[in-house]
């Protein structure tokens, strides 16, 4: 009695999968079509601000970095955009005096690290001081300090 039970439960679930399979490859003309894998990305709008490149360079004969721009004059749409083929580099303002939405950037051994557009409420051009942390791939550190200017030449004001 209990294997004639167990063969009907298992004959009653076969059918309810057959049945869902079947019901499954029935089309009706209201329904949405599956989605095709990739499911397409919208176009963005973005456009990203153009770069005022900074080179950050280690010099082995004198133990010592070159920032090139070393005084940045940032155009108000331009983003700073620092990168080193040598090493990682970390850029630090000053919380108080950052011109950008942050004050610490970090770029790994030939990335860049974008300040993005400085912030709109610095009235006047002033040159602000920077910090420049360059780690060498071995772990040693050094640092050099650079400048930058954001300039406000074609804004109101």
Do not use: C, H
């Amino acid at each position: 009695m209990v294997i004639e039970t167990l063969l009907l439960l298992n004959l009653i679930a076969l059918l309810l999968v057959l049945w869902m399979l079947m019901r499954r490859k029935e089309k009706k003309p209201d329904e949405e079509p599956l989605p095709e894998f990739p499911i397409p990305r919208p176009q963005s709008n973005f456009i990203e601000p153009p770069r005022q490149e900074v080179k950050i360079t280690f010099i082995k004969d004198d133990s010592a970095i070159r920032i090139e721009p070393p005084n940045l004059i940032l155009a108000p749409d331009k983003q700073a955009a620092w990168s080193s083929p040598s090493g990682k580099v970390e850029i630090r303002f000053s919380p108080r005096d950052s011109p950008f939405g942050g004050s610490s950037f970090i770029a790994a051994t030939n990335g860049v690290s974008l300040s993005g557009v400085p912030r709109e409420n610095a009235q006047q051009e002033r040159q602000i001081n920077y910090i420049v942390l360059f780690t060498m791939t071995d772990g040693r550190l050094f640092f050099q300090t650079a400048t930058v200017v954001v300039s406000r030449r074609g804004q109101p004001g």
